[in-house]
């Protein structure tokens, strides 16, 4: 079993929908969980991270962290065809040496105008 | 502004022969690291450097070496490049190894 499960997707929507991705994850230790962000022939960019469980807001996406389930998600409200691209999530916890990241595999999005 | 520089952005190279993929950070980062991206499989890390003066092995590290004398470089080399290193290989650098990394744009690698 992979430490981090991602529905590859592709995802498509239309203009103004609500988006809901999400990962699964394995490994109880994790302690950071982050979302990015990739366009085409670009480097992934960080979204948003959580410390722990709970939820953060910024501007359009909200992050949720369920550690009782090993469930994270990201939402995307009024979604915008600049939203395509793939999400990327991420967790991390302590291990030998330091710590240690786990990305999942991303999700497609494409949003429809 | 600030962040991480890679190079080249690309590059065709012959089997066999050795290569340096660059990487400059200037936001003045403990933690660097190397992945390789790959359809189907996501990122994979290579290597990484918590700190100037030490390196590790992470996932996939054979084939590849590192060296981190500052803070601001981590080059990557292939010493004898293979088929199957053909890859988009991203640089990546974060405050300390337990906070969120920030990426390059990559260099995408072709090796015949």
């Known amino acids: 079993q992979k430490e981090v499960e991602q529905d590859p997707g592709p995802l498509s929507v239309p203009e103004g929908a609500i988006v809901s991705l999400n990962c699964t994850y394995s490994?109880?230790?994790?302690?950071?969980f982050m979302w990015y962000r990739q366009y085409s022939r670009k480097g992934p960019e960080l979204l948003m991270y959580?410390?722990?469980?709970g939820n953060k807001e910024d501007g359009r996406f909200t992050a949720q962290v369920d550690k009782s389930s090993k469930y994270i998600s990201l939402f995307i409200r009024d979604s915008q065809p600049s939203d395509s691209a793939t999400y990327l999530c991420?967790?991390?916890?302590?291990?030998?040496?330091?710590?240690?990241?786990?990305f999942g595999a991303g999700t497609r999005l494409f949003v429809k105008a | 502004i600030a962040g991480i520089t890679q190079a080249p952005t690309s590059q065709i190279l012959a089997a066999g022969r050795r290569m340096t993929l660059r990487c400059t950070q200037d936001?003045?980062?403990?933690?660097m690291y190397w992945y390789r991206q790959d359809l189907g499989l996501g990122l994979r890390l290579i290597h990484y450097?918590?700190?100037?003066?030490?390196?590790g092995k992470g996932e996939v590290p054979d084939g590849y070496s590192v060296s981190r004398a500052n803070t601001d470089d981590f080059p990557l080399t292939l010493a004898s490049a293979v088929p199957s290193q053909t890859s988009v290989y991203f640089c990546?650098?974060?405050?300390?190894?337990?906070?969120?990394?920030?990426f390059g744009d990559g260099t995408r690698l072709s090796i015949l």
């Open positions: 990546a650098s974060s405050g300390e190894s337990n906070q969120p990394q920030h």
């Open positions: 490994n109880s230790a994790f302690q950071y």
């Open positions: 959580t410390y722990s469980s």
């Open positions: 991420a967790m991390s916890a302590t291990s030998t040496g330091g710590f240690k990241t786990i």
């Open positions: 936001m003045r980062h403990n933690a």
């Open positions: 450097s918590n700190t100037a003066g030490t390196t």
